[in-house]
């Protein structure tokens, strides 16, 4: 069972990236997923969550209105559509699933992350002023 992030990156207050994650080893269609992230000091953080057919979507308020998260899978691929970066988005980025629910109801929040089954290894963004 494996995640695997990319597409981060240094980009300017402003500008727009997207993180895809590629899973591979599990139904992908199956469950929930989302993305995390943790920022230097701070508790790993749910950012965003997606049902299993990608008909329901959550996001913390942090980010809402400037991320999309979204799935395709038949290519076993999730997706962030992050625009408008600002500094404070600087962090690790990291796509997880519990393995066990099919809404994303539940993927954002600090306490979010004690409930991940499977991780990938992190992609970092960083955001200039």
């Known amino acids: 069972e494996q995640l695997v992030e990319s597409g981060g990156g240094l980009v300017q207050a402003g500008g727009s990236l997207r993180l895809s994650c590629v899973a591979s080893?599990?139904?992908?269609?199956?469950?929930?997923i989302g993305w995390f992230r943790q920022a230097p000091g701070k508790e790993r953080e749910g950012v965003s969550g997606?049902?299993?057919?990608?008909?329901?979507?959550y996001y913390a308020d942090s980010v809402k209105g400037r991320f999309t998260i979204s799935r395709d899978n038949a290519k076993n691929t999730l997706y962030l559509q992050m625009n408008n970066l600002k500094p404070e988005d600087t962090a690790v980025y990291y796509c997880?699933?519990?393995?066990?629910?099919?809404?994303?109801?539940?993927?954002?929040?600090?306490?979010?992350?004690?409930?991940?089954?499977?991780w990938g290894q992190g992609t970092l963004v960083t955001v200039s002023s």
């Open positions: 997606i049902s299993s057919s990608g008909g329901s979507t």
């Open positions: 080893g599990f139904t992908f269609d199956d469950y929930a």
């Open positions: 997880a699933t519990d393995k066990f629910s099919s809404d994303g109801v539940w993927y954002t929040g600090v306490r979010a992350a004690n409930f991940m089954k499977v």
